[in-house]
């Protein structure tokens, strides 16, 4: 459909639907859709299913996104990731990301987990 407002509807049915394909949609449209919106939309949803895709797809757009929206969006996807797949990924962002926007939305989200990564990674930070 050429209307992004209706495509960025359809991220959360698309999301909860049990065909095999979903995920692979929802993937598609984070990746490749032309509005920004859209592609941030996906994204949330994205986060909400676990595994290796969805946390491969959620890191692709932090690191090729155009937008700076959309890379924000992908980092608290990965906030929402159970913390054995995101902690590791918010604190990958954290150090390396090169947009700083993206490293200190990436530094809020690890500070929200109460995880003792971030806590390390934090002490890290504040000796240097």
Do not use: C, Y
Not at 82 to 107: C, F, M, S, Y
């Amino acid at each position: 459909d050429s209307d992004p407002a209706f495509r960025k509807e359809l991220a959360f049915p698309i999301s909860v639907s049990k065909e095999a394909a979903a995920v692979d949609t929802l993937i598609r449209l984070a990746r490749e859709d032309e509005s920004p919106e859209v592609r941030r939309q996906a994204l949330f949803w994205v986060g909400q299913k676990a595994g290796a895709r969805a946390a491969e797809a959620i890191t692709g757009a932090i690191e090729h996104d155009p937008d700076t929206e959309v890379k924000k969006r992908a980092v608290f996807a990965l906030s929402q990731m159970p913390k054995e797949e995101g902690v590791p990924r918010l604190i990958e962002v954290a150090r390396t990301n090169r947009n700083a926007e993206v490293r200190k939305q990436a530094v809020f989200w690890l500070g929200q987990s109460n995880d003792p990564r971030a806590l390390k990674f934090f002490e890290e930070i504040l000796k240097k």
